[in-house]
């Protein structure tokens, strides 16, 4: 039989039986909906995540008191962090002497929850409070549209100064210049010299409502602990010459602040470093339970799909035992049989597996639906789901395709 009259007839084989076939189909199709759609959701917020995290530049790195994200880290683990020594503005200091291979080292200390205003206006009382330097812009990829970025001399002053998200631009200056005013945050005076361009997010981060002013500033009127008692510890941004210096700078880094901070040889780095990477890396970590739980589940309805698929076909055979005799006397070979056979239940299969990806990228996708999320769509799942469902049609359509290719041609022919 030609591979055309073949593929015709396993679908004529197929649509005989509609109601058995849609049965069958029904446990594969929630299968592999099951699969794709977990994966789907989790590549739509994956993709917005990863856009989110990549704040730093190729050349990047950060270092820090406390893991990025938390991610992998339980309680005691988080307790026994809590003990570690901030790190400081003289680890800054240092790193910018002793690391020959970096081009901007900053410092930045965060805060949230604070209030701006402007005569009439004000913010609401949710906005980000950044002490920073001037290497804030580069190192962040969050780059001053309108005025000026801080410069050295503010620093060295703990000049009385802002750069302002754009968003508290809107709000504030909705229809003047905002450069040279002067803003009330929090009570204290400050003077506008400069506003972030615009950056939007899908996941809610405020890269807009926020405000930066200089690090020694922000140690002067905020003091040098949190709401929480505890010791502030900066945030370390070093950037190298190169992408491909990066690893280098980071271990030049790592010998410096580990000296800095009197660790032995035998003892564990009581800081962080991440990149881009590394925290794209450690988000994959943690949706891994989600995607393998995701993919065991489709596994199980794929099995029990497959045991429908098998009994089917073996009724299919036992149905058609005439027919198979018939074929054998005018000529068909055990290989044409079996091959038969085969084409059915993987067609009957991928039938059920395309409807399953159709199905399972339209619910994964509800995600972006009802969030600001781009679609998305997994191409490598398709080409998983579809080979899968292949793996299945021929490891189930196996023992049916024997069955028929085995049959004796006479007692075939004499089969009531």
Not at 212 to 235: A, C, F, H, K, W
Not at 248 to 260: F, H, I, K, S
Not at 293 to 321: H, P, Q, S, Y
Request: hydrophobic residues 45%.
């Amino acid at each position: 039989m030609r591979p055309l009259e073949a593929f015709r007839s396993a679908l004529d084989a197929i649509s005989a039986h509609k109601l058995r076939s849609i049965l069958t189909l029904v446990g594969i199709v929630a299968g592999v909906a099951a699969i794709i759609s977990v994966m789907t959701g989790v590549s739509v917020v994956q993709s917005a995540m990863e856009a989110e995290i990549s704040v730093l530049g190729s050349r990047t790195f950060q270092a820090q008191k406390y893991p990025p994200g938390g991610f992998g880290f339980g309680h005691r683990d988080m307790e026994r962090i809590q003990r570690w020594p901030p790190l400081t503005v003289e680890h800054v200091e240092a790193i910018r002497e002793r690391v020959p291979i970096v081009d901007l080292v900053g410092a930045e200390l965060w805060d949230w929850n604070h209030l701006a205003r402007y005569r009439d206006q004000s913010t609401e009382p949710n906005l980000v409070l950044c002490g920073g330097t001037p290497e804030y812009a580069d190192n962040n990829t969050h780059y001053v549209e309108l005025g000026r970025n801080l410069s050295d001399e503010d620093i060295r002053v703990s000049r009385r100064v802002a750069v302002i998200g754009y968003k508290v631009a809107e709000r504030l200056f909705p229809f003047v210049d905002p450069i040279g005013k002067t803003i009330s945050l929090d009570g204290n005076r400050l003077t506008v010299q400069g506003v972030f361009a615009e950056k939007t997010s899908a996941v809610g981060a405020r890269f807009d409502d926020y405000v930066l002013i200089p690090i020694t500033l922000y140690q002067r009127l905020y003091g040098s602990r949190d709401r929480g008692g505890d010791e502030r510890s900066v945030n370390i941004t070093v950037r190298a010459l190169t992408p491909e210096l990066l690893e280098d700078a980071m271990e030049q880094v790592r010998v410096v602040l580990r000296a800095e901070r009197g660790l032995d040889v035998r003892d564990e780095d009581n800081f962080f470093f991440f990149t881009n990477d590394s925290q794209i890396k450690a988000f994959n970590q943690a949706t891994a339970g989600l995607k393998a739980g995701a993919f065991v589940l489709g596994a199980v309805a794929l099995l029990v799909a497959g045991i429908g698929i098998m009994n089917i076909m073996l009724v299919a055979v036992t149905e058609r035992t005439r027919e198979i005799g018939i074929r054998k006397a005018v000529g068909a070979t055990r290989a044409a049989i079996l091959g038969q056979f085969l084409l059915e239940a993987v067609l009957l299969c991928n039938l059920g597996g395309l409807l399953g990806v159709a199905l399972g990228f339209g619910l994964g996708n509800l995600v972006a639906a009802f969030t600001e999320f781009a679609v998305h769509v997994p191409l490598q799942w398709v080409l998983g789901g579809v080979g899968f469902c292949t793996a299945v049609g021929l490891v189930f359509g196996m023992w049916p395709a024997l069955r028929a290719a085995n049959l004796a041609p006479v007692e075939a022919l004499r089969y009531e």
